[in-house]
């Protein structure tokens, strides 16, 4: 059998898939397309700058190692970066970089000069009519890296937003858009990054502000016949952090201007955040040509915190207070709020403050009373592996029935079922839902939904189905 470059990827890939996690594998070296094989060097294509860099930083011993089992000792990578240009031309950016010469990136490193900032332009923070005014950030400095915790359900935002703060603009994480259900960390994140950016450049001009305040303020521009001077303000900003970009959603006119500040801001080389509670693909509403830049940089989301991670959170929120408590009793508590980290820290106040009042001691008992209040007052947000017990039990099978792979249609419309309120009930993006859902990719979530929706339609059972979980789901 001839060697081709696909045979020799594909063996290299068999050798990684053993050796690293698989939600790893799957996330960058799944998206890898082995291009050619010229005597020992191997062209492989990545969708990205950034995929490259991490690609470099975090695997490059394995690729070594592979590569070296199928190639020998003299063996090479090439990556062929492909991906859609800023600047209107329709060819593809194409960029090809040899493994072994990292400093061939920093050759094509480009320092584009900023705009000269004029003191004419409008700030829409201040009362009309006064200029030349510094633009105040708008941050929170009590959200920080250091009270961000790291854990597996946050790792690769955390090191992007570090990323994006060490080198703001030039970095492959531009766009950086973080997103993920209520109380998980986005605002904070986003805050954090600023914060940072400002204590190491203190010059550039970094701004946060909501969707929802950026379309008062455009609105309000509108009218006032001023929409040039409302660009030329967000046009001179560094680093532009918007919180809830969903908020866009149906906002034509707003959509439009930020789709030209965004651009202005992308080729002159600044930074933009952003967070959102979906992944661009499951946005409604958001013009096409918004989302695919969107995917420009990266999307990273923040995932439910596990048991470690939420007595970490738990930790460290106690030693910023200054208060001492059990192991037990931090534990009881991480075992018992799993929804998000609001919640967590929303029940330790609970607890210190029921304890400092009626001046208890802070006991397993107590612990269990203040918990169960909180859970029974807080809207519970409901999990996916919830839903998927809800459903099993529904239809008595297992969890590991309802995920596995057999076709049996009354198995088959289960998982469906369980994807549809998935989809419903929480803020997870359509690739996590398949991903817990017994590993289905994102199209068959989206396709788990059309169905569901259309046999509730069609079939009076099954409309009795959908009506019966989301019942016991609701309750």
């Not at 020799?8 to 898939?17: A, D, Y």
């Not at 510094?134 to 090191?159: A, T, W």
């Not at 993920?180 to 805050?191: D, F, N, Q, S």
């Not at 809207?379 to 459903?391: F, L």
Request: net charge positive; glycine share 4%.
């Amino acid at each position: 059998m001839s060697v081709t470059a696909q045979s020799v990827w594909n063996n290299c890939l068999e050798f990684i898939k053993d050796n690293i996690q698989p939600q790893a594998y799957k996330t960058w070296f799944e998206p890898i397309i082995a291009v050619k094989l010229t005597e020992n060097a191997l062209s492989i294509q990545v969708p990205s700058k950034f995929f490259y860099e991490w690609l470099e930083e975090h695997y490059v011993k394995i690729l070594k190692v592979a590569l070296t089992k199928e190639l020998g000792e003299t063996a090479k990578l090439v990556y062929i970066i492909k991906m859609e240009n800023t600047y209107g031309n329709k060819q593809p950016f194409t960029e090809k970089i040899p493994s072994s010469n990292r400093s061939a990136v920093k050759s094509q490193d480009v320092d584009i000069p900023l705009n000269n900032k004029s003191p004419e332009l409008r700030n829409p923070f201040i009362i009309p009519g006064i200029r030349n005014v510094k633009v105040e950030s708008q941050l929170n400095p009590n959200y920080s890296f250091d009270n961000f915790l790291e854990g597996d359900s946050n790792r690769l935002g955390r090191s992007a937003g570090l990323a994006v703060a060490n080198k703001p603009g030039g970095t492959s994480f531009n766009p950086l858009l973080v997103f993920g259900g209520v109380g998980l960390g986005k605002t904070h994140l986003a805050h954090a990054i600023g914060v940072d950016i400002k204590d190491k450049y203190p010059e550039k001009t970094v701004l946060y502000i909501s969707a929802e305040k950026f379309t008062q303020q455009y609105i309000d521009a509108v009218k006032k016949n001023n929409r040039n001077d409302f660009i030329h303000f967000y046009q001179i900003i560094d680093v532009l952090i918007i919180d809830d970009v969903q908020f866009l959603s149906g906002k034509s006119g707003t959509q439009d201007v930020f789709f030209h500040i965004f651009n202005h801001l992308h080729q002159n080389g600044k930074q933009v955040v952003l967070t959102s509670d979906k992944a661009p693909v499951d946005m409604q509403d958001i013009e096409q040509r918004l989302l695919s830049r969107f995917k420009w940089g990266l999307s990273a989301e923040l995932q439910t915190p596990d048991f470690e991670t939420r007595v970490s959170i738990l930790k460290n929120k106690l030693y910023r207070d200054g208060v001492e408590m059990p192991e037990d009793i931090i534990d009881y508590v991480a075992k018992n709020i799993k929804s998000n980290v609001r919640e967590l820290e929303g029940a330790i106040i609970s607890l210190i403050a029921q304890s400092s009042f009626n001046k208890k001691e802070i006991t397993i008992d107590l612990a269990r009373v203040v918990v169960e209040k909180f859970v029974k007052n807080t809207k519970r947000e409901v999990s996916i592996d919830y839903i998927q017990k809800v459903v099993s039990d529904y239809f008595q099978m297992d969890i590991d029935t309802l995920q596995s792979k057999t076709r049996k249609r009354h198995i088959v419309q289960a998982r469906q079922l369980a994807m549809f309120f998935a989809k419903k009930f929480t803020k997870a993006s359509l690739a996590s839902i398949g991903s817990q859902i017994g590993k289905r990719d994102h199209a068959t979530v989206l396709h788990a939904c059309k169905t569901v929706d259309n046999l509730s339609s069609t079939d009076k059972q099954f409309r009795k189905y959908v009506e019966d979980i989301s019942k016991k789901l609701s309750v």
